[in-house]
């Protein structure tokens, strides 16, 4: 059996053979963001079944695949759907696509994601930078046997979302005229959502968003020292913040809403980011 670095390395080669693109930025589009990988330009589309290894979504209607292409005169490796804990997948299998963009030569990885908001100076479809995370969620994609071509044993969090690329990401937002709220993410299992009073407690500890995914991602990018961006949508406001019921349909459509202008901000922010990876 071969070890997890082999194959994240073949999967890797498997992706650039079929593309003269070497992408140094790697995206990764969460619920309602899909549309920014159809727009690439001299695009590839590698179907996630066809990689060794990489978990795919047995959900209908979310295939998911890598695209690499240009966005404007960046050249990116997208990711168009990931897997959540909650579909039963485990740390390991989350961090592995972060591992391929690794192994591809991507140094610097933008995560995008739906969140509730905690916050209340938030409104649904706010866009917030993310400054920091709790992980809550139980489980650490660095749990195991440590590969040191990977990274080191106990990786420094930190500066995990760097603060460099977060300026960049407000002042292309602030050219754009688009608000863009700064916060930290706590990041729980799933799937159901929070009570009120699990959101009352995420906000005594200092949690301004809650979601299901981005933290795993975010520490297997940061074991290999690739740098990262992380942006939420507020597709809805936390339990118990409004006297409403959350649904997962109030997502989707604040999400749709709400993308436009995401990816006129992932347009604007990508090639200041280019400057710092080439
Ligand atoms: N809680 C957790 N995850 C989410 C939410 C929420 O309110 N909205 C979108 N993803």
Redesign the pocket.
């Known amino acids: 059996m071969s070890d997890q670095f082999t194959i994240a390395d073949t999967a890797a080669q498997l992706i650039l053979k079929r593309t003269p693109l070497r992408p140094k930025i790697g995206l990764v589009l969460g619920s309602g963001l899909g549309s920014f990988a159809d727009a690439l330009t001299d695009a590839v589309r590698v179907p996630y079944a066809e990689i060794p290894q990489f978990p795919c979504s047995t959900a209908i209607g979310h295939a998911g695949r890598m695209v690499v292409g240009n966005a404007g005169d960046v050249p990116v490796a997208t990711m168009q759907g990931r897997v959540h804990l909650y579909e039963g997948y485990s740390a390991q299998e989350i961090a592995f696509p972060i591992r391929v963009f690794g192994r591809m030569g991507i140094r610097a990885v933008i995560l995008t994601?739906?969140?509730?908001?905690i916050n209340r100076s938030y409104a649904q479809g706010a866009l917030v930078l993310i400054r920091d995370h709790i992980n809550l969620q139980g489980v650490n994609a660095l749990v195991g046997a440590n590969d040191e071509r990977f990274g080191v044993r106990f990786p420094d969090m930190t500066h995990a979302y760097a603060k460099e690329y977060r300026a960049m990401a407000r002042e292309e937002a602030d050219k754009l005229k688009i608000e863009l709220h700064e916060g930290v993410y706590a990041a729980?299992l799933?799937p159901s959502?929070?009570t009120p009073a699990e959101?009352e407690y995420l906000r005594r500890i200092g949690a301004d968003l809650?979601?299901?995914?981005t933290v795993a991602e975010v520490i297997a990018a940061r074991h290999m020292a690739m740098k990262v961006l992380a942006i939420s949508c507020?597709?809805?406001?936390?339990?118990g913040i409004l006297d409403q019921p959350?649904s997962h349909d109030e997502?989707m459509e604040t999400g749709e809403r709400v993308k436009t202008t995401f990816e006129a901000l992932l347009r604007a922010v990508l090639p200041r980011i280019a400057t710092d990876v080439v």
């Open positions: 994601n739906a969140a509730g908001g729980l799933g959502y929070e959101i809650v979601g299901m995914s507020v597709t809805n406001m936390a339990a959350l997502v």
